[in-house]
């Protein structure tokens, strides 16, 4: 079965705009997670969503939002990019909320700020 | 608070010989979940295992082993027999049960097995 999908993989962008990443779980999955690694902070959780609701958030600011879809596909949205936004942002699926389940990630964007 | 500490950011040795990757944990909830994850260079994180608060059984897969040590907070993984293939980076990390699905993420080793 498919796993996570994420796109692009690649994305360079300029200071002052806006991306949008894309995030499809693998199929059944609803629970939608969504983390940003850099080499400085590492691996740090932004949002998790299940049944088109968000249920926990990190410690982002409000430039970092997301949805998810009826489909379970889920997206996040940054707006107003800095340069520190550089980084690997990942997406996880899950069926349901709770690690019980667990979590199964995607290859990842790699978002370039210049 | 939570927190996963990897005191090893960077290990290096040669084919076939064994090596522990080290991760100490923090938290204050009684019921919580360790993970160990790989990182190859493609990005992708990949699950190896996942251990509840309440298991603290010893766990072997192949050439991977897992030691869960309540009483020192410590979650360690051991590849036995190292191979070149086994180079990546290795994230350990910890959610608790009342934080749903957040998980938290140690710094990470990275592992270099050399032919």
């Known amino acids: 079965k498919a796993g996570v999908t994420q796109t692009p993989r690649y994305l360079i962008k300029t200071r002052g705009q806006q991306v949008t990443l894309s995030c499809s779980p693998i199929?059944?999955?609803?629970?939608v997670s969504w983390y940003q690694q850099t080499p400085g902070q590492g691996l740090q959780f932004l949002f998790e969503?299940?049944?088109?609701?968000?249920?926990n958030k990190g410690n982002f600011p409000g430039r970092f939002s997301g949805r998810q879809f009826s489909n379970s596909r889920s997206e996040m949205n940054v707006s107003t990019l800095e340069l520190g936004d550089s980084a690997l942002y990942l997406c996880?699926?899950?069926?349901?909320?709770?690690?019980?389940?667990?979590?199964?990630f995607g290859s990842g964007t790699r978002l370039t700020v210049v | 608070a939570q927190k996963v500490t990897q005191a090893q950011t960077e290990i290096s040795v040669v084919e076939k010989e064994d090596v522990t990757l080290d991760c100490v944990y923090e938290?204050?909830?009684?019921?919580?979940?360790l993970f160990w994850y790989k990182q190859p260079p493609s990005g992708e994180l990949v699950f190896l295992i996942r251990?509840?608060?309440?298991?603290?059984q010893n766990e072997i897969s192949g050439r991977y082993s897992w030691n869960f040590q309540k009483s020192t907070s410590s979650f360690n993984f051991t590849i036995t027999a190292s191979q070149v293939v086994d180079s990546a980076v290795y994230f350990c990390?910890?959610?608790?049960?009342?934080?749903?699905?957040?998980?938290?993420f140690g710094q990470g080793t990275e592992l270099s097995v050399k032919p």
């Open positions: 990390a910890l959610s608790e049960a009342q934080r749903g699905g957040k998980l938290i």
């Open positions: 969503y299940f049944s088109e609701t968000q249920r």
């Open positions: 938290t204050r909830d009684t019921t919580y979940y």
């Open positions: 251990r509840n608060s309440f298991d603290e």
């Open positions: 199929s059944g999955h609803r629970s």
């Open positions: 996880a699926s899950s069926l349901a909320p709770g690690t019980n389940y667990g979590y199964t």
